[in-house]
Each structure stands twice: as C-alpha cells, then as structure tokens.
C-alpha cells in the first residue's frame, strides 16, 4: 500500500523560507516520478514542481527561482525546498506520486496522479 505523509509546513513571514518533506512508504521510490501541488481556499489545485524519475524537474512559473525539489533515495522521502516565500504561497501543499513507474506524461496535470498525502498547511504573513 501506498503511503505519503506531508511534514514542514507552518506560518512564515513573508520572505521566509520552508523545507517541506513527503515521506513514501510501499513501493521503490526512485522508479516513480514525485509532484507538490497546492491548494488555496476557494481556489483549484494547483501544480508546483515535480521530479521525474530520471531526476529531471519542472516547476511553475510562479515558483521557479524560488522553489526546489529535490529526492532522497535512500530515505524514500522527496523535499521543497522554499525560500522567499511571498503571502500568495499560502496554500495546503501536496506532495502526489502515479500509478506507473518509469511515467514520462503530463507531470503538472494533478489527473496524473494516483496517490496523494494528507497536505500540510503554509502560511506565510505579510
């Protein structure tokens, strides 16, 4: 079965940093591409960044600069590193991985993800 669990996330000032962390239990993590995704109140779920499973990584434009994520193999666990954070970052963050390992698809649809974590709240004050 698989597992993620979200960690990291708290209130910042604005120009703060967070590093959150997406633990993966119940499969090989280096096979499977990785994605953060956040959410706003009364706002769609948004792609952030991700890393496929060749280490190749991609980022929204609103991030990209500021945002990024990294894996760790041997702890299963995959990173977002966030610095400058600005008051719009404020969001529910997801860490998602697919069904299929090895994917090479859409990596910022959130329709190419099969198995999401619970979410850790960010928010960042002004």
């Known amino acids: 079965q698989v597992q993620l669990v979200e960690s990291g996330g708290g209130l910042v000032q604005a120009g703060g940093s967070l590093r959150l962390s997406c633990a993966v239990s119940?499969?090989?993590?280096?096979?499977?591409?990785m994605g953060w995704f956040r959410q706003a109140p009364g706002k769609e779920r948004e792609f952030v960044a991700a890393?496929?499973?060749?280490?190749?990584?991609y980022y929204a434009d609103s991030v990209k600069g500021r945002f990024t994520i990294s894996g760790d193999n041997d702890k299963n666990t995959v990173y977002l590193q966030m610095n400058s954070l600005k008051p719009e970052d404020t969001a529910v963050y997801y860490c998602?991985?697919?069904?299929?390992?090895?994917?090479?698809?859409?990596?910022?649809?959130?329709?190419?993800?099969?198995?999401w974590g619970q979410g850790t709240q960010v928010t960042v004050s002004s």
């Open positions: 998602a991985t697919p069904q299929r390992q090895y994917y090479m698809g859409n990596v910022y649809s959130p329709s190419a993800y099969a198995f």
């Open positions: 890393v496929d499973w060749s280490g190749s990584t």
């Open positions: 119940g499969r090989t993590f280096s096979r499977y591409a």
